[in-house]
């Protein structure tokens, strides 16, 4: 609810081009946020680019379910 709320205040401003989500996971768990982020980005059905960096607890889970998705998530490493 969280992410899908953050989404559509990011994307109501016209000029928004992409949405960047840089995300160190230590509390919260990496995988969830992913979960989040492809439900948010269904949900609103996005027209814009949504590249994701994920770092921390089940960091590789989180990725894989951003990959396996079917979704045009950008899974990003790092920010360079």
């Known amino acids: 609810k969280q992410i899908k709320a953050a989404f559509e205040i990011i994307t ?6 992409a949405i ?3 995300i ?6 990496c995988d969830i946020i992913a979960e989040g982020i ?3 980005s269904r949900e609103l059905e996005l027209q814009v680019p949504v590249i994701v960096r994920l ?9 894989q ?6 979704l045009a998530l950008i899974s990003a490493d790092n920010l360079d």
């Open 38 to 40: 492809i439900e948010a």
């Open 12 to 17: 109501s401003d016209p000029a928004v081009k």
């Open 55 to 63: 770092e921390g607890t089940n960091v590789e889970k989180g990725k």
């Open 65 to 70: 379910l951003l990959e396996q998705s079917g």
């Open 20 to 22: 960047l989500v840089n």
């Open 24 to 29: 160190f996971g230590g509390i919260m768990k």
